[in-house]
């Protein structure tokens, strides 16, 4: 007899009806690492100079996806990166090559430098079959290229308990058209993996469940806070306190948020 698919995997099925994957483009990934961090004062371009010229190669080369990185561009001084993961064994195998390798090793001093607080990180997995991001890993910008960008939203919004096919409907009857209306078009929607991290040196926030979104913002700026409260308030009734949105800026070399090769 045929297994039917689930109602949770139907409704996240239908969250990213527009961002059908292209034949060279993947999905990425299983697990997730969203990143913020608080720099000291000035640094922020320091950070980005060091990350874009040795950090992405050199991690993916252990086994993650850089997916993107960028400057929050309503705090200053606060710097956000997201990289993704096969799976919970190999992030772990991952972060300790990269953190006992020789270009951590090389610039870490140089990176730390530049640092307050790197404790802000979420770790995700996707909502669903469909909803994790479609990247063509090869179509990085290389050093030095120019190319267009779009500012890339992020709502995190803390729940009450785990999302289920009840929160995902929610989000897809109501978010996704009001957030579509600001002009913000959702690439992917995870939730909380609740997986111990096994990689203790870099801790990740607990006892939570969170639903996070990642749009890009068309045709100019993006709706201020209050009208991305207003597009999300169809989650209202499952929160766990209020919502927070990123308003992101991708660097030279971000996958994520910049355009395509021509």
């Known amino acids: 007899m045929r297994t039917q698919p689930s109602s949770v995997a139907l409704l996240a099925a239908g969250l990213l009806l527009a961002a059908a994957p292209s034949l060279s ?7 997730l690492e969203l990143r913020q961090y608080t720099l000291k004062p000035g ?3 320091v950070l980005i100079e060091l990350f874009d010229r040795h950090f992405v190669e050199s991690q ?35 972060l300790e090559a ?16 530049t640092m307050v607080d790197v404790s802000d990180v979420c770790l995700l997995k996707p909502a669903g079959p469909e909803t994790s991001f479609h990247l063509d890993i090869t179509d990085r910008p290389k050093p ?3 190319r267009g960008s779009a500012i890339v939203a992020v709502g995190i919004h803390r729940l009450q308990q785990a999302a289920d096919a009840g929160v995902l409907s929610q989000f ?4 996704v058209p009001a957030l579509r209306r600001e ?13 111990p991290n096994t990689f203790a040196r870099l801790p990740v926030r607990e006892g939570e469940h969170l639903l996070v979104w990642f749009g890009t913002a068309q045709n100019g700026e993006p709706p201020t806070e209050p009208r ?30 910049r355009d395509k090769r021509p």
């Open 183 to 195: 002009r913000v078009f959702i690439q992917s929607v995870f939730v909380t993996e609740s997986a």
């Open 98 to 113: 990269f953190y006992e390798g020789p270009v951590w090793a090389e610039h870490k001093a140089a990176a730390n430098a």
């Open 43 to 45: 640094q922020r371009n």
């Open 25 to 31: 483009e993947r999905d990425c990934c299983p697990v």
């Open 60 to 94: 993916e080369a252990t086994g993650m996806t850089i997916v993107g990185q960028f400057r929050d561009r309503r705090r200053a001084d606060r710097f956000v990166w997201v990289r993704g993961f096969a799976d919970m064994q190999t992030r772990h195998r991952a």
């Open 228 to 257: 991305l409260l207003a597009a999300t308030a169809g989650l209202s009734a499952h929160a766990d306190g209020p919502a927070s949105f990123l308003e992101l800026e991708p660097t030279p070399r971000s996958l994520l948020g």
């Open 144 to 146: 030095g290229e120019v």
């Open 172 to 175: 897809q009857q109501h978010v």
